[in-house]
């Protein structure tokens, strides 16, 4: 089960990153509104990022 959830926690943000570098390159709009909307979903991709980093580090350690 540890092990099922390792590679959903991985495959998790493998879905996000796509989202953060289109939410990057809005970020550089011209347009107030586009780039305020961009830094919102920006925070909330990388609080997403930080709530998995924190459910992995609740795993045990790899046994070799």
Same mark, same amino acid.
């Given at each position: 089960?540890?092990?099922?959830?390792? #590679? &959903?926690? &991985?495959?998790? #943000?493998? &879905?996000?990153? !796509?989202?953060? +570098? #289109?939410?990057?390159?809005?970020? +550089?709009? =011209?347009?107030? #509104?586009?780039?305020?909307?961009?830094?919102?979903?920006?925070?909330? +991709?990388?609080?997403?990022? =930080?709530?998995?980093?924190?459910?992995?580090? +609740?795993?045990?350690?790899?046994? !070799?």
């Amino acid at each position: 089960m540890t092990e099922a959830l390792r #590679r &959903h926690i &991985h495959d998790i #943000r493998g &879905h996000l990153s !796509p989202a953060m +570098l #289109r939410a990057d390159s809005l970020a +550089l709009s =011209k347009d107030e #509104r586009i780039r305020a909307a961009a830094h919102d979903i920006i925070a909330a +991709l990388e609080a997403t990022t =930080k709530e998995l980093s924190a459910m992995r580090r +609740l795993l045990p350690a790899r046994q !070799p």
